[in-house]
């Protein structure tokens, strides 16, 4: 691929923007307002904003390998605190896919450098939910649940957080669950109770006094 197409791309979508307003960039520039953070998989076909329908401007973004949300990254820590507490979202959202290359390798014993403390994370996930998997004797479906558990969890730490038990709590921001399927273009709501996966982690991840 010639990146020159990029820039040339780049030159279109400035004159489509502006052709419906002229204004759009000086009012993009003014400041963000966005309403919901995702946290999604770096997976190439896993485009958030353009399989939402999303502007710029609506969407707050963090993307990594299989959508991890681990206390000691500060990566992903920072991103959910400031958009918790500072653009005060009122969604966050965990979005992970099938197909994911990231939640496939965690199913193999296979050493991968660098990478294994990462997805050490969905090894961890499987050993939560060890005896669902276990059952499930189709390869193909244990891996996509494994997929959706892996958000669940994900979902769930992210309600391990200060900012985040503190917005629920005073504004009732909300923490959702999805699955982007690749095959069929389908978002899918895992519809994660997250209210009673929040009463049920507060006994022992409660941060607040
Ligand atoms: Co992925």
Redesign the pocket.
């Known amino acids: 691929m010639d990146l020159s197409k990029i820039f040339e791309n780049n030159e279109k979508w400035i004159q489509a923007k502006t052709a419906d307003d002229p204004a759009y960039f000086e009012n993009l520039n003014k400041g963000q307002k966005p309403n919901v953070l995702y946290i999604g ?3 190439s076909r ?1 485009t958030a904003e353009d399989l939402m329908g999303m502007q710029p401007g609506e969407l707050f973004v963090h993307r990594n ?3 991890i949300v681990n206390a000691i990254d500060l990566n992903a820590q920072s991103v959910i605190n400031y958009a918790v507490k500072y653009l005060e979202v009122n969604h966050v959202v965990v979005c ?2 099938y197909s ?4 496939k390798a965690a199913m193999e014993s296979k050493d991968m450098g660098i990478l294994n403390p990462w997805l050490r994370n969905i090894r961890d996930v499987y050993r939560a939910h060890k005896d669902e998997l276990n059952a499930i004797t189709d390869e193909q479906k244990r891996y996509d649940r494994l997929v959706e558990l892996n958000v669940k969890e994900q979902a769930i730490n992210v309600l391990k957080m200060a900012a985040v038990q503190r917005a629920v709590r005073k504004r009732g921001m909300q923490v959702h669950g999805w699955v982007f399927d690749i095959k069929t273009g389908k978002l899918i709501d895992l519809k994660i109770d997250f209210q009673k996966a929040l009463a049920d982690i507060m006994e022992i991840y409660r941060l607040e006094d």
């Not at 994911?100 to 939640?103: A, Q, T």
């Open positions: 998989c770096s997976d896993v390998v299989a959508n992970g896919h994911c290359g990231g939640v």
